[in-house]
């Protein structure tokens, strides 16, 4: 059983209301001993009115606050999730050095300034060219960024695609560059995360796609993050049994936690 979820999200993101004690109560209903909140850092990203950029210091204040009224038994995680952009690496850099985070996500969100979410991304482009401008600023940012832990939801852009069929690919469609985010990932010891939100999304699959993990484990990869990418209570820890079936079926032994930023692999029972 998979008891860790290294990837929700509270009312210190611009998309949630979630409480963190809501979240927390909720992990630990369905079993999970250790969840890690990320909420959002997007520098330089409105949503509907609301800035994407975190108030760092409150946020970390708040976890330690809640950390204070837990039993030693249940593990609280102080993570981020940044909003990597090419020209963002210099300022979250030195977010990264100069606070005590136990997890990074590093989560491209945009495409030459352009979002996904917004129902223009994608005039003008084939669904695969509007994938690929994605993947290929993520490949940017892993080779030109290290101060991350996981490389976060790496085809989440599927969710998005403005037709309601046809939105999965083949890694045959992009397998250069998925080979070169994923080679970047082994050798610079960074983690892929298993983001489990597609299933929220009814993609039937998790971020990335199970061909994905499966290359990424071909080409030696073995740290992975588990995180259901969750905004609201009921949805920590999305789907998790099935994901852990699937991974072991690919030959992974076993899923990652960070604390202090350091990797520790526990194995899937």
């Given at each position: ?56 210091y409150t946020y970390i204040q708040a976890i330690e606050d809640v950390r204070a009224t837990l039993s030693d038994d249940f593990l609280l995680l102080t993570g981020i999730e940044f909003g990597i952009e090419k020209h963002l690496h210099e300022p979250l850099r030195q977010l990264a050095r100069s606070h ?170």
């Amino acid at each position: 059983m998979i008891r860790s979820d290294l990837h929700n999200h509270t009312y210190f993101s611009f998309d949630s209301q979630a409480s963190m004690s809501d979240m927390i109560k909720s992990a630990k209903e369905k079993g999970l001993n250790t969840l890690a909140f990320t909420d959002h850092h997007d520098i330089d990203f409105i949503y509907e009115g609301i800035t994407g950029e975190l108030d760092v210091y409150t946020y970390i204040q708040a976890i330690e606050d809640v950390r204070a009224t837990l039993s030693d038994d249940f593990l609280l995680l102080t993570g981020i999730e940044f909003g990597i952009e090419k020209h963002l690496h210099e300022p979250l850099r030195q977010l990264a050095r100069s606070h005590d985070f136990d997890f990074i996500i590093s989560s491209t969100h945009l495409a030459k300034g352009k979002d996904p979410y917004e129902p223009t991304y994608f005039d003008g482009l084939t669904r695969n060219e509007g994938y690929f401008s994605i993947f290929e600023d993520t490949l940017f940012n892993v080779q030109h960024f290290d101060d991350f832990d996981a490389l976060g939801h790496l085809d989440y852009v599927i969710r998005y695609w403005r037709r309601d069929v046809n939105k999965k690919y083949t890694y045959a469609d992009f397998s250069d560059v998925f080979d070169a985010i994923l080679t970047t990932l082994i050798r610079k010891d960074k983690a892929l995360e298993v983001n489990t939100s597609g299933y929220v999304y009814k993609l039937d699959q998790p971020h990335p796609s199970y061909e994905v993990l499966k290359r990424y484990h071909q080409l030696g990869g073995e740290l992975l993050t588990i995180g259901s990418d969750a905004h609201r209570p009921e949805n920590v820890a999305t789907s998790f049994d099935v994901v852990e079936k699937h991974l072991m079926d690919i030959g992974f032994k076993s899923y990652t936690v960070f604390q202090k930023r350091v990797p520790k692999q526990i194995g899937f029972n």
